[in-house]
């Protein structure tokens, strides 16, 4: 059974960072894209970046040079490191798993088959 959990999230104060992780299990890690979403009650589910198998990036424009994803293939687990938080970073973060994806595919929520639980991530007090 494919599965990935996310882990990582907490209260933080705005200009923090924070370093969420992705770990998956049940799938061939090294040959699947992954990516990472938000979502918060006042906002639909927006992508923030993604990787595909090969290593290629993306990221949406409203996190460029703040968030950065890497990945450990030895240990099957995606990072997000998110620098400079602000107040409206606030939300449940969410990672995808994309077998098939190529970068053009990444930000698209529907090529995604497998997500986890999500993780809160809260700035400010």
């Known amino acids: 059974q494919v599965q990935v959990a996310e882990s990582g999230g907490g209260l933080v104060q705005p200009g923090d960072s924070l370093r969420l992780s992705c770990a998956a299990s049940?799938?061939?890690?090294?040959?699947?894209?992954m990516g990472w979403f938000r979502q918060s009650p006042t906002q639909e589910r927006e992508f923030l970046g993604g990787?595909?198998?090969?290593?290629?990036?993306t990221y949406a424009d409203s996190v460029k040079g703040r968030f950065t994803i890497s990945r450990d293939n030895a240990k099957n687990t995606v990072y997000l490191q998110m620098n400079s938080l602000k107040p409206e970073d606030t939300a449940v973060y969410y990672c995808?798993?994309?077998?098939?994806?190529?970068?053009?595919?990444?930000?698209?929520?529907?090529?995604?088959?497998?997500w986890g639980q999500g993780t809160q991530v809260t700035v400010g007090s």
């Open positions: 995808a798993l994309c077998p098939r994806c190529i970068i053009s595919s990444l930000p698209r929520a529907h090529n995604y088959d497998t």
């Open positions: 049940g799938v061939t890690f090294s040959r699947s894209g």
């Open positions: 990787m595909n198998w090969s290593g290629s990036k």
